[in-house]
Nanobody
Framework: QVQLVESGGGLVQPGGSLRLACAASGIRFSSYDMNWYRQAPGKQRNLVAA???????NYAPSVQGRFSISRDNAKNTVYLQMNSLKPEDTAVYYC????????WGQGTQVTVSS
């Protein structure tokens, strides 16, 4: 079964940290470029971080220096380490895989609030 399953979301206080994980199944994971997007209520879905199959990284300016994306091809998993979280980071975070086809996970809620 082809799917992406995110985990690791939750409620955290401002300044805190979370690590999201996205486990892929049914695909040749190492061939895919992997991305994290987020969507806040009433707003469009935007790219947060990207890691290519070759390991190149890209971040949205708003998370540069705070978030870190990585991948473990042996575990078919991509991670998003989020540090120094701010209330404006509150959103549903989606995992995305791109190669010949494009796949989306179901999303995981991240809420940053005191």
């Amino acid at each position: 079964q082809v799917q992406l399953v995110e985990s690791g979301g939750g409620l955290v206080q401002p300044g805190g940290s979370l690590r999201l994980a996205c486990a892929a199944s049914g695909i040749r994971f190492s061939s895919y470029d992997m991305n994290w997007y987020r969507q806040a209520p009433g707003k469009q879905r935007n790219l947060v971080a990207a890691i290519t199959r070759g390991g190149s990284l890209n971040y949205a300016p708003s998370v540069q220096g705070r978030f870190s994306i990585s991948r473990d091809n042996a575990k078919n998993t991509v991670y998003l380490q989020m540090n120094s979280l701010k209330p404006e980071d509150t959103a549903v975070y989606y995992c995305n895989a791109q190669f010949v086809t494009e796949l989306w996970g179901q999303g995981t809620q991240v809420t940053v609030s005191s």
